[in-house]
């Protein structure tokens, strides 16, 4: 008994240590954010002296706020039109029988082999030809299809009891009640986890809004990150202030969602 204690305190002790080495860097950015520039490489973890003026210049001086915006609506968009379309196609994978149901679960999971650079050149000539560059759709539509989803959600569904669903049928229900009055309450969790995985995901992509857009109206929070860094490429007040702006939605999802994620790892078949 008194090893398992031991052992107990010892795991404890190591993860508050990798918990403080993964914490220090966001801290230290936050602080640095706060500091006039030529303090910023000072060393000190507590600002001598903290000044706002850095977040004021990223709002005032630079459009900072339509780049937030067209992150977030980008996000947001991306979010709920594939929490729709992933949750239905993975309750019919899971659950209606048709020719061909393996075959397309196949190919939809082989998909997760394939790298985004890979396909990004015949992504940008199928977007050209759609005529989406430069518009909101092309930044939306090719970001909606996510194989790990659908194949999430379909794992579980499969764990569902078909209890559930036969005494639905037995009242009367269809597929389509069955799938809105019992599969989707049931899915919270793992429909919660997804969407904070799918809008973190897309708050920080860079690569294909860098390929799909020109437009300065267009412009995403991590494309705007680096622009700074090309144009204040010694003031790094001004690209930590924007850093820790662009980080702040991110850490306010994680530590209001913790529970729903655990949730989700604790319900979807990924034990």
Not at 122 to 141: C, E, H, K, N, S
Not at 217 to 239: E, G, K, P, R
Not at 256 to 265: D, H, K, P, W, Y
């Amino acid at each position: 008994m008194p090893g398992a204690r031991r052992a107990r305190i010892g795991l404890t002790v190591l993860s508050a240590v990798l918990a403080a080495g993964a914490f220090f860097p966001v801290l230290w950015m936050i602080s640095a954010s706060l500091k006039p520039r030529d303090d910023v490489n000072d060393g000190r973890l507590i600002p001598r002296e903290v000044t706002f003026g850095n977040f004021a210049y990223v709002f005032t001086e630079v459009p900072f706020a339509r780049y937030l915006f067209n992150s977030f609506l980008v996000s947001a968009v991306v979010t709920v039109v594939a929490l729709f379309l992933h949750s239905m196609a993975a309750y019919a994978l899971a659950r209606l029988r048709f020719p061909g149901r393996e075959g397309i679960f196949t190919v939809i999971f082989s998909t997760l082999l394939i790298t985004a650079p890979v396909v990004l050149i015949p992504l940008f000539v199928v977007v050209r030809q759609l005529g989406m560059l430069d518009t909101y759709a092309g930044l939306i539509v090719p970001a909606v299809f996510n194989a790990f989803g659908i194949f999430l959600l379909r794992q579980f569904y499969v764990q569902i009891p078909r209890e559930l669903e036969e005494a639905a049928i037995v009242d009367g229900c269809g597929h389509w009640r069955v799938y809105r009055s019992v599969v989707l309450p049931l899915s919270r969790p793992i429909l919660s986890a997804l969407a904070i995985f799918f809008f973190l995901a897309n708050w920080n992509a860079f690569l294909w809004p860098l390929v799909a857009t020109n437009n300065p109206d267009l412009t995403v929070v991590q494309l705007a990150i680096t622009s700074f860094q090309s144009q204040y490429t010694s003031a790094w007040n001004y690209i930590l202030a924007a850093a820790v702006v662009a980080a702040a939605p991110m850490l306010v999802l994680f530590f209001g969602f913790q529970r729903q994620i655990v949730e989700s790892v604790k319900t979807s078949g990924l034990k």
